[in-house]
């Protein structure tokens, strides 16, 4: 297992640019590392996925917007993220998946003029 702790959350205007990090305790060589989010009163949802070999996923409301991205000799994992929307409000949450999931404690984004 590997604690994963999540940063660069914030408060933003509608269209600006944010960029978490994520950093792990130990190697995440193996794992698919992802970016989930939860708006007040939804479920968590994914936003983006990267696999071992760095292949990325996102979600429709994401795609072009978003993008994921992963450095294991830092053990870490990013997300930039631009053209911010209201509807981005969210607690995002790191997540590291092998055999089991790890997860972070989040981090708030808010996005509002």
């Known amino acids: 297992q590997v604690q994963l702790v999540e940063s660069g959350g914030g408060l933003v205007q509608p269209g600006g640019s944010l960029r978490l990090s994520c950093a792990a305790s130990?190697?995440?060589?193996?794992?698919?590392m992802g970016w989930y989010r939860q708006a007040p009163g939804k479920q968590r949802e994914l936003v983006a996925r990267?696999?071992?070999?760095?292949?990325?996923n996102y979600a429709d409301s994401v795609k072009g917007r978003f993008t994921i991205s992963r450095d294991n000799a830092k053990k870490a994992v990013y997300l930039q993220m631009n053209s911010l929307k209201p509807e981005d409000t969210a607690v995002y949450y790191c997540?590291?998946?092998?055999?089991?999931?790890?997860w972070g404690q989040g981090t708030q984004v808010t996005v509002s003029s």
């Open positions: 997540n590291a998946r092998w055999r089991s999931e790890n």
């Open positions: 130990g190697s995440i060589d193996i794992y698919t």
């Open positions: 990267i696999t071992s070999n760095s292949i990325t």
